[in-house]
């Protein structure tokens, strides 16, 4: 009978092996499948940053080109403003030269 009953406890730390293995192995493969997802994850913000990294890129090279642009307007309308300043002082002149000496009081 002994044999029996020692048969027996083998059998279920058996049958409890075979258990606790099965249970390791779904943790195996959760694992897996979390690494597997965060892996995934971490890719689409790679992705997402050097989206972002190439906007960012655009937007200062887009605001170089407008400073740019905008430097040149002003130097444009300082030379606009310079040629007609120009005319009016030599229209300024023309009329002091011009001018024969009035009646005034």
């Not at 092996?17 to 690494?35: G, H, N, Q």
Request: charged content about 35%.
């Amino acid at each position: 009978m002994d044999f029996k009953c020692y048969s027996n406890k083998i059998e279920a730390s058996l049958v409890a092996s075979k258990k606790r293995e099965a249970d390791l192995w779904a943790c195996v493969l959760t694992l897996e499948t979390s690494i597997k997802e965060m892996e995934e994850e971490k890719i689409s913000r790679d992705n997402e940053i050097e989206s972002l990294r190439q906007k960012v890129s655009k937007l200062e090279s887009d605001a170089k080109h407008d400073e740019g642009d905008k430097d040149a307007k002003i130097s444009s309308l300082e030379r606009a403003l310079a040629r007609v300043w120009a005319c009016v002082s030599l229209s300024v002149e023309d009329l002091g030269n011009n001018v024969e000496p009035s009646n005034a009081p």
